[in-house]
């Protein structure tokens, strides 16, 4: 029999937790790959934005625009009077949307790449170099700055601007940080691939013959909670179960000790 020295619960625990996140990392290699003009502004990083921009610049945030949304068609949307287009565009023909609006007289305040802010523009609009720490919807982190026709200038920083992006951009990771997977615990009569491989990583010899084991794809427990074995397992016979030491009594005293 196995006779192993080490936390089952715990090894059971963390070996569950990690191969959840493994299978999730290799379901995302199939995923389309996204792009910068599929960074959708997360709502709190948003108002932050339209905030300051109706502060500074004395506007009405009820004539607000958005029309970069997906499917949508800005040269085709319909622009209100004294409206200003605060909104988050596509990055890709960020050129042709300043010219379009530059030419049609619609006033607007985009978020833009910063690292390439200056890029090919020779268009008369104002680069607030800002270059906050975005997380967008699709989980890219962009370096974003903003590009207007509502200010004088050519070019200016906004430390006001950076802090009020920057903690919203916090409080949206704070909020939609991913919850904590399941933890299960088994008995030691399951194994579990990842249990095993545990025990190779350790350095341990150990086999199970054929007819000391059945492989199962949930306990009867866990059928009942609509929960399962992560990646299947087998129930083992007593002769091939790890064996599970017991603290004595002394090292149960020892551990009160312990802070």
Same mark, same amino acid.
């Given at each position: 029999?196995?006779?192993?020295?080490?936390?089952?619960?715990?090894?059971?625990?963390?070996? !569950?937790? #990690?191969?959840? @996140? !493994?299978?999730?990392?290799?379901?995302?290699?199939?995923?389309?790959?996204?792009?910068?003009?599929?960074?959708?502004?997360?709502?709190?990083?948003?108002? +932050?934005?339209?905030?300051?921009?109706?502060?500074?610049?004395?506007?009405?945030?009820?004539?607000?625009?958005?029309?970069?949304?997906?499917?949508?068609?800005?040269?085709?949307?319909?622009?209100?009077?004294?409206?200003?287009?605060?909104?988050?565009?596509?990055?890709?023909?960020? !050129?042709?949307?300043?010219?379009?609006?530059?030419? #049609?007289?619609?006033?607007?305040?985009?978020?833009?790449?910063?690292?390439?802010?200056?890029?090919?523009? /020779?268009?008369?609009?104002?680069?607030?170099?800002?270059?906050?720490?975005?997380?967008?919807?699709?989980? !890219?982190?962009?370096?974003?700055?903003?590009?207007?026709?509502?200010?004088?200038?050519?070019?200016?920083?906004?430390?006001?601007?950076?802090? +009020?992006?920057?903690?919203? /951009?916090?409080? /949206?990771?704070?909020?939609?940080?991913?919850?904590?997977?399941?933890?299960? =615990?088994?008995?030691?009569?399951?194994?579990?691939?990842?249990?095993?491989?545990?025990?190779?990583?350790?350095?341990? =010899?150990?086999?199970?013959? @054929?007819?000391?084991?059945?492989?199962?794809?949930?306990?009867?427990?866990?059928?009942?909670?609509?929960?399962?074995?992560?990646?299947?397992?087998?129930?083992?016979?007593?002769?091939?179960?790890?064996?599970?030491?017991?603290?004595?009594?002394?090292?149960?005293?020892?551990?009160?000790?312990?802070?």
């Amino acid at each position: 029999m196995l006779q192993l020295q080490i936390g089952m619960d715990e090894v059971l625990a963390m070996e !569950a937790e #990690h191969s959840e @996140k !493994a299978y999730e990392a290799f379901k995302d290699k199939f995923k389309p790959k996204k792009t910068t003009d599929d960074c959708y502004t997360p709502q709190v990083v948003y108002d +932050a934005v339209a905030a300051w921009v109706a502060k500074e610049y004395g506007q009405d945030p009820e004539r607000f625009v958005r029309p970069f949304w997906p499917g949508g068609d800005y040269q085709a949307e319909q622009y209100p009077e004294d409206c200003v287009v605060v909104d988050n565009p596509p990055f890709s023909i960020m !050129a042709e949307i300043l010219r379009f609006y530059l030419k #049609h007289g619609i006033h607007f305040f985009l978020f833009a790449p910063a690292l390439t802010l200056f890029s090919g523009r /020779n268009l008369d609009v104002t680069f607030i170099a800002a270059g906050c720490d975005v997380t967008y919807q699709n989980g !890219a982190q962009v370096k974003t700055s903003f590009i207007t026709d509502l200010d004088t200038c050519r070019v200016r920083t906004c430390p006001e601007l950076y802090r +009020a992006v920057e903690e919203a /951009n916090e409080r /949206n990771m704070a909020e939609t940080k991913a919850p904590e997977l399941p933890k299960y =615990e088994y008995p030691d009569n399951i194994i579990t691939a990842a249990i095993v491989q545990r025990w190779t990583r350790y350095g341990i =010899e150990y086999r199970v013959e @054929k007819d000391a084991c059945i492989q199962v794809g949930a306990l009867d427990g866990q059928k009942q909670a609509g929960k399962a074995i992560f990646g299947s397992g087998f129930l083992l016979s007593e002769r091939a179960a790890a064996t599970r030491w017991a603290l004595s009594e002394r090292e149960k005293a020892l551990i009160k000790t312990l802070k």
